[in-house]
């Protein structure tokens, strides 16, 4: 409708006229809108559908997903980061640090919200009855030690994704592990993108802190007495060489990929390089303090050690070990600054 047939009958009807036009083209606009709005959320969801079905190859074989998972139990223990970055929360999850039982850290409590997803095991034990009755539609344990019988044993429930094909186990880049999650779902896109941030944040840090390039650092960990350092493949060492920082070639040469290994006294040497990562609890690093041979190895010594705590006063050492696209800046806030004055931090 136009008001060009009402020009001729005088003003008033022209402004009424106007008027009627108006309120017309803004209902039309209106309705105009929410077709829009379903049109976006139509082809949002036609998108994802047509990426199905998908075939993803794992270290067991492939599993094809026919259809969008909507029930997501995860039972590695960083594989609900992804989910959860990408708007899905998974009805299961396994425990890993009892404290914190279904992954609740503080790069991922705005993200559950209120819901809390079922416990399904600790560490890689499942409990395959429970996992069975949340009636899951897609199970993945890509950061796993998940066993062939364990995978036999979870495909008979729902489609399943083992651990990334060709990687040691725990050992997979993080940025893989962040595409596979998407492709399970349909967001591959959108988990590309979430990869892309996080892989800016760490360019951002090495062009602030130029100084990182070509440096060693090795990590360790005080259990029950005894030191450990990680593989040179290990997600904690993966974090600090997108720094810049090197692995000690000792390090990589003793302990390739994801493996871990003890160190007796007489072998602390091996954690001298120019950082050393200690991740600590205040009650180990009192242990620490007290452990004469350890203080004598140089990069001790010197006060270029860095502590990160797992848990208190903050979880610094727990971003680390997750490595995702959701703990990778809380990370980088909380560690950079005592990598690069490692003694203003005591």
Same mark, same amino acid.
């Given at each position: 409708?136009?008001?060009?047939? &009402?020009?001729?009958?005088?003003?008033? %009807?022209?402004?009424?006229?106007?008027?009627?036009?108006?309120?017309?083209?803004?209902?039309? !606009?209106?309705?105009?809108?929410?077709?829009?709005? @379903?049109?976006?959320?139509?082809?949002?969801?036609?998108?994802?559908?047509?990426?199905? #079905?998908?075939?993803?190859?794992?270290?067991?074989?492939?599993?094809?997903?026919? *259809?969008? #998972?909507?029930?997501?139990?995860?039972?590695?223990?960083?594989?609900?980061? &992804?989910?959860?970055?990408?708007?899905?929360?998974?009805?299961?999850?396994?425990?890993?640090?009892? /404290?914190? #039982?279904?992954?609740?850290?503080?790069?991922?409590?705005?993200?559950?919200?209120?819901?809390?997803?079922?416990?399904?095991?600790?560490?890689?034990?499942? +409990?395959?009855?429970?996992?069975?009755?949340?009636?899951?539609?897609?199970?993945?344990?890509?950061?796993?030690?998940?066993? +062939?019988?364990?995978?036999?044993?979870?495909?008979?429930?729902?489609?399943?994704?083992?651990?990334?094909?060709?990687?040691?186990?725990?050992?997979?880049?993080?940025?893989?592990? !962040? $595409?596979?999650?998407? %492709?399970?779902?349909?967001?591959?896109?959108? !988990?590309? +993108?979430?990869?892309?941030?996080? @892989?800016?944040?760490?360019?951002?840090?090495?062009?602030?802190?130029?100084?990182?390039?070509?440096?060693?650092?090795?990590?360790? /960990?005080?259990? /029950?007495? @005894?030191?450990?350092?990680?593989?040179?493949?290990?997600? =904690?060492?993966?974090?600090?060489?997108?720094?810049?920082?090197?692995?000690?070639? $000792?390090?990589?040469?003793?302990?390739?990929?994801?493996?871990?290994?003890?160190?007796?006294?007489?072998?602390?040497?091996?954690?001298?390089?120019?950082?050393?990562?200690?991740?600590?609890?205040? @009650? &180990?690093?009192?242990?620490?303090?007290?452990?004469?041979?350890?203080?004598?190895?140089?990069?001790?010594?010197?006060? =270029?050690?860095?502590?990160?705590?797992? $848990?208190?006063? +903050?979880? $610094?050492?727990?971003?680390?070990?997750?490595?995702?696209?959701?703990?990778?800046?809380?990370?980088?806030?909380?560690?950079? #600054?005592?990598? *690069?004055?490692?003694?203003?931090?005591?």
């Amino acid at each position: 409708m136009t008001p060009s047939a &009402t020009l001729r009958t005088g003003r008033w %009807r022209l402004a009424a006229a106007l008027l009627l036009a108006l309120a017309l083209a803004f209902v039309l !606009a209106s309705c105009g809108s929410d077709d829009d709005g @379903e049109a976006t959320t139509a082809t949002a969801a036609d998108k994802a559908s047509a990426a199905f #079905p998908v075939t993803i190859e794992h270290k067991y074989g492939s599993t094809t997903i026919e *259809a969008e #998972p909507k029930r997501i139990v995860t039972v590695g223990m960083t594989d609900q980061d &992804t989910f959860l970055a990408l708007g899905i929360k998974p009805v299961g999850v396994d425990d890993w640090f009892g /404290e914190r #039982p279904y992954g609740n850290w503080p790069w991922t409590k705005a993200r559950w919200g209120s819901f809390k997803p079922t416990v399904v095991g600790q560490y890689d034990e499942y +409990k395959f009855e429970k996992i069975a009755a949340l009636r899951p539609d897609l199970i993945v344990g890509l950061y796993s030690g998940m066993t +062939k019988g364990s995978y036999a044993k979870l495909s008979k429930i729902a489609p399943t994704i083992a651990q990334p094909k060709g990687h040691a186990d725990y050992s997979a880049p993080w940025q893989l592990m !962040a $595409e596979i999650s998407g %492709r399970a779902v349909g967001r591959e896109a959108e !988990a590309r +993108k979430l990869v892309a941030d996080a @892989e800016a944040r760490f360019a951002k840090v090495r062009d602030e802190h130029a100084d990182f390039k070509g440096k060693s650092i090795t990590i360790t /960990e005080f259990y /029950e007495g @005894e030191f450990s350092t990680f593989g040179a493949d290990d997600p =904690r060492h993966q974090f600090f060489t997108q720094l810049g920082f090197v692995v000690d070639p $000792e390090i990589r040469k003793l302990y390739p990929g994801g493996k871990t290994g003890m160190l007796s006294s007489e072998k602390l040497d091996i954690l001298d390089g120019d950082r050393l990562v200690v991740l600590s609890s205040p @009650e &180990t690093e009192k242990q620490v303090a007290a452990h004469k041979l350890f203080h004598r190895v140089p990069v001790v010594r010197d006060g =270029r050690t860095v502590y990160l705590p797992y $848990e208190r006063p +903050k979880p $610094e050492g727990a971003a680390l070990v997750f490595n995702t696209v959701l703990s990778i800046p809380y990370a980088l806030d909380a560690i950079v #600054p005592k990598l *690069a004055d490692p003694q203003a931090q005591r």
